[in-house]
């Protein structure tokens, strides 16, 4: 089994700055590409960020040029530095990781986050 628990949301005014964190912990072989998710209240979740294992990035364009994802793979953790915050950002933070249990043979499963709350006042 695979858990992954994020750490770092909270509130924060416009324009401030706040770090998530997602470590996971288990029986992981490798991880594959690792990401951060949200969803605010009536809303689809959506795609915020994701790194591959070889650490190439990719933004949505909503967040583009304000966060940054990175990640630590001797810690099979990610990092979300979110700065310039508005209050669109608010909603809840999803990590995400495609975890491979087993080599070989390979098998990967994809894993999720409870999620953490970010909530950015105007």
């Known amino acids: 089994q695979v858990q992954l628990v994020e750490s770092g949301g909270g509130l924060v005014q416009a324009g401030g700055s706040l770090r998530l964190s997602c470590a996971a912990s288990?029986?992981?072989?490798?991880?594959?590409?690792m990401g951060w998710y949200r969803q605010a209240p009536g809303k689809q979740r959506e795609l915020v960020a994701a790194i591959t294992s070889g650490g190439r990035p990719n933004y949505s364009d909503s967040v583009k040029g304000r966060f940054t994802i990175s990640r630590d793979n001797a810690q099979n953790t990610v990092y979300l530095q979110m700065n310039s915050l508005k209050p669109e950002d608010t909603a809840v933070y999803i990590c995400n990781a495609g975890v491979v249990v087993t080599h070989p043979p390979s098998v990967g499963y994809d894993y999720w986050g409870q999620g953490t709350q970010v909530t950015v006042s105007s």
């Open positions: 288990g029986s992981i072989f490798s991880i594959n590409a």
